[in-house]
C-alpha cells in the first residue's frame, strides 16, 4: 500500500467494491465486487481507500479465486494483523476510468440524484439508490417532503419502455408511466 504524504485523489470517486475479512496469515484479505462481473473489479486501476480522512493508494501485489471468493494480496501487507486494519475499507476508482456506454444505457451513478416525474407531471422524488434484484433494477427514489401522498419513498422498476419512458441527463429527469400513490 502506497503511503504517499499527497497521493493523487480520484477525481470523480465512486465505490467498486469492499475488502472483506482476513484469509490465511500472510495478509490477503476476501473482496466484495459491486462489478456486474466480479472479477472485472481488477480492470480499474489504482484503487483508493479513505483512511482517517486521507486517500490512499492501494497497489495489489497479486488476487485470485478460492472457490466462491475473491482474494487479494496487498503490497506491503504481510501478516494478519495488517491486513485487518483494511477490513471494511470500500474500494474507490476514478469514474472517468469507467468505459463509455451506448445510447441507452447509463451507469447507476449518473441516475442518482434524478427526478423521478410521472408521464402526467407529478414529481415523484428524487433517485437516492439503486438496487439489483435479478429480474430487473430497481429505483429508490426518496419522495418529496410535501408528497401527496405521504410516501418517504418508492421502489420503482427500471424497466425500460414499460416504466421508464425517457431518461434525459442532461436535465437530470427520468419519467415514468407510474401510479403515484404506490
Given at each position: 500500500?502506497?503511503?504517499?504524504?499527497?497521493?493523487?485523489?480520484?477525481?470523480?470517486?465512486?465505490?467498486?467494491?469492499?475488502?472483506?475479512?482476513?484469509?490465511?496469515?500472510?495478509?490477503?484479505?476476501?473482496?466484495?465486487?459491486?462489478?456486474?462481473?466480479?472479477?472485472?473489479?481488477?480492470?480499474?486501476?489504482?484503487?483508493?481507500?479513505?483512511?482517517?480522512?486521507?486517500?490512499?493508494?492501494?497497489?495489489?501485489?497479486?488476487?485470485?479465486?478460492?472457490?466462491?471468493?475473491?482474494?487479494?494480496?496487498?503490497?506491503?501487507?504481510?501478516?494478519?494483523?495488517?491486513?485487518?486494519?483494511?477490513?471494511?475499507?470500500e474500494?474507490?476508482?476514478?469514474?472517468?476510468q469507467?468505459?463509455?456506454?451506448?445510447?441507452?444505457?447509463?451507469?447507476?451513478?449518473?441516475?442518482?440524484?434524478?427526478?423521478?416525474?410521472?408521464?402526467?407531471?407529478?414529481?415523484?422524488?428524487?433517485?437516492?439508490?439503486?438496487?439489483?434484484?435479478?429480474?430487473?433494477?430497481?429505483?429508490?427514489?426518496?419522495?418529496?417532503?410535501?408528497?401527496?401522498?405521504?410516501?418517504k419513498?418508492?421502489?420503482?422498476?427500471?424497466?425500460?419502455?414499460?416504466?421508464?419512458?425517457?431518461?434525459?441527463?442532461?436535465?437530470?429527469?427520468?419519467?415514468?408511466?407510474?401510479?403515484?400513490?404506490?
Open positions: 500500500m502506497s503511503k504517499q504524504s499527497n497521493p493523487v485523489v480520484p477525481a470523480e470517486p465512486l465505490v467498486l467494491g469492499k475488502m472483506g475479512s482476513t484469509y490465511g496469515i500472510r495478509g490477503w484479505l476476501r473482496v466484495f465486487s459491486s462489478t456486474e462481473d466480479a472479477e472485472s473489479i481488477f480492470d480499474y486501476q489504482p484503487w483508493f481507500i479513505q483512511r482517517a480522512g486521507k486517500w490512499q493508494v492501494v497497489e495489489l501485489e497479486g488476487w485470485k479465486r478460492h472457490t466462491q471468493d475473491l482474494i487479494i494480496k496487498v503490497k506491503g501487507i504481510d501478516d494478519r494483523d495488517a491486513a485487518n486494519l483494511l477490513t471494511n475499507c474500494i474507490v476508482v476514478d469514474s472517468k469507467l468505459p463509455p456506454l451506448e445510447d441507452g444505457d447509463y451507469y447507476w451513478k449518473d441516475l442518482f440524484g434524478c427526478q423521478v416525474v410521472t408521464t402526467s407531471g407529478y414529481e415523484l422524488g428524487k433517485i437516492i439508490d439503486m438496487m439489483e434484484t435479478g429480474s430487473n433494477d430497481v429505483m429508490v427514489v426518496k419522495a418529496n417532503l410535501k408528497d401527496a401522498f405521504g410516501l419513498e418508492r421502489l420503482i422498476p427500471f424497466l425500460d419502455g414499460q416504466v421508464i419512458k425517457k431518461v434525459d441527463l442532461a436535465t437530470r429527469t427520468v419519467e415514468v408511466d407510474w401510479d403515484p400513490g404506490f
